[in-house]
């Protein structure tokens, strides 16, 4: 067991590699093998942990859902699936104010079915909905903070890449929290949904709402009737690849890794079906590769992390300082959550995951919250410090995927505040009334 001073060593360690901006697996991995060391200094031993915690961890066949569902959200993206969706749900929403706004964020949550993965809805939808609303005269700032502040289901609405790591990581059943965050997802784009809504209907010059941009929203996305048939066919397709993989997890059907399986292989045919060509598909698999392979990394160097907490006492000494620290439950919460913020402001969301919850989530279980409404929660947090300045990563890709504009972070920034705070209530709603977050679940348990 260490002392109090020992701990601190691997702490700082730790925090100084992840700050001077050294990867966060190999910052994990020395500190890890740092901690091991210090209570066996023995550098065979010290190999001996490092390799067979990697063996446990790689073998597992869970770590192949990453990369699975990755495949099926690649595939659909890239053969127009987002450009089709947006299209579609556009074409729907004609008759509600600042309906560009709202095609955007239901658009974001459908793709949030299919890609998990936030900075990349928040890259296409700023090709696929920024020209739309531009032309129609929307305003930038309004614009673009919609595209920022709805990419954020992407990593809300599973197959979450947060969900999976977050479920590695506690040992929670991935099936689980995917279905536990389909509540709160859709309970983010009411909260956006009614925002936009009520910003048009207070500002109708701000959304393209005169009488010549009416006219000019008669047609709809350059499609014609023939086009949009097509479009809802394809939509529909992709819509029962998500009920059918979802469903069959949560119906206990098949395992989260059968299911990423299932969903890999449909979605290769019907991005086969929609014209992709088999150097796409061969472009598609090895861009999933690269992206995937340094997340196994890092979560197996976060399985190691994980364990020499345990072993060391750090995650018990954080839990007996929090408890002992006379605050109650809810705001020993507000801590971890205002963590997260600024957590969000400086590294992505997948580090943050591997560097707190190892520490917070036994926390949260000795303060009786249930354990998938704190891990919904806790994703929620980490995505709202994505939007949170001054270094709000999406904002960033936001304007990194529109190099020709002459916008600044500072316009979207401003923009995304109302975003922020939707997505900081429904924090709170689940904190008071968790039952939002662990509904769904039960139900597939009975």
Known sequence: MFDLSQMLIVLGVLLALVLSGVHIAIALGITSALGIYIMQPDIEVVRSFVSNTAYEALRDYIFA??????????????????????????RGTKWLPGRLGVATVFANAIFGFVTGVSIAAAAAFSRIAWPEMKRFGYSREFSLACIAGSACLGMLIPPSVLMIVWGVLT?????????????????VVGA?????????????????????????????FGHDEAEMKEVFRSTMMVAGLIIGVLGGIWMGYFTP????????????????????????VFEVVLTVGRTSAPLLLLLVMANLYSRVLSM?????????????????????LAVMVAIWFVLG?????VSIIL?????FAPIANALGFDPLAFAMMGILAIETGLLTPPFGILVFTVKAALPNEDVTVGEIFRGAIP?????????????????TATWLPSLGRA
């Open 419 to 435: 975003f922020w705070i939707c997505l900081l209530s429904v924090i709170v709603i689940i904190a008071i009334w968790p039952q």
């Open 355 to 359: 560097l707190t919850v190892p520490v």
């Open 257 to 280: 890794t059968e299911g990423a399986g299932v969903g890999a292989a449909a979605g290769l045919v019907l991005a086969v079906a929609k014209g992709l060509r088999w150097k796409e």
């Open 192 to 220: 956006y949904v009614i925002y936009i809504v009520i910003f048009a209907i207070r500002n109708p010059a701000l959304v393209g709402e005169d009488q010549a941009t009416q006219d000019r929203l008669t047609i709809s």
């Open 312 to 332: 060391t006492g750090i995650t018990g000494a954080a839990q007996q300082f929090f408890l002992n620290s006379g605050l109650g439950p809810y705001e020993i």
């Open 65 to 90: 859902v990453i990369p699975l569902f990755m495949l099926m959200g690649e595939f659909l993206a890239k053969c127009g699936a987002a450009k089709d969706l947006f299209a579609l749900v556009n």
């Open 171 to 187: 040992e929670q059943a991935i099936g689980q929290l995917f279905i536990a965050g389909i509540v709160p997802g859709f309970m």
């Open 345 to 349: 402001c400086i590294i992505d969301s």
